[in-house]
């Protein structure tokens, strides 16, 4: 995986590939061995040689861990929305009750 003027290149399940794009380097060298590492996997666990099935479980895959993600993601922006809320409540009365008292002496 050498880097080849503004080209990446990279080997995903023993074949190699140029990159290009606005990516970081290392960054795409860590997706590629990503890639492989589920295609791997997935050629261990199934058994199979054809690496166009191998690529499309791998793809399915990660499909499936990216949506888990989000919605993960949109249960905790959820939880942080009510926490947000409840303070709101509990801090609202607590600022009111200053106020209607006054100035202190």
Known sequence: MNDKGDGVRV???????????GLD?????ELARFV?????????????VDSL?????????I???????KAQVQQVEQRIGQCSS??????EPASSSKRNAGPES
């Open 11 to 21: 080997e995903i399940y023993d074949q190699s590939y140029s990159m290009r794009g």
């Open 25 to 29: 380097a290392d960054y795409i060298r």
């Open 36 to 48: 492989d590492g589920k295609m791997r996997s997935i050629a261990a666990h199934t058994r199979t």
């Open 53 to 61: 099935r191998v690529a499309i479980l791998a793809a399915l895959n």
């Open 63 to 69: 499909a499936d861990e990216c949506h888990q993600l």
């Open 86 to 91: 409840a303070l709101e409540e509990l801090i």
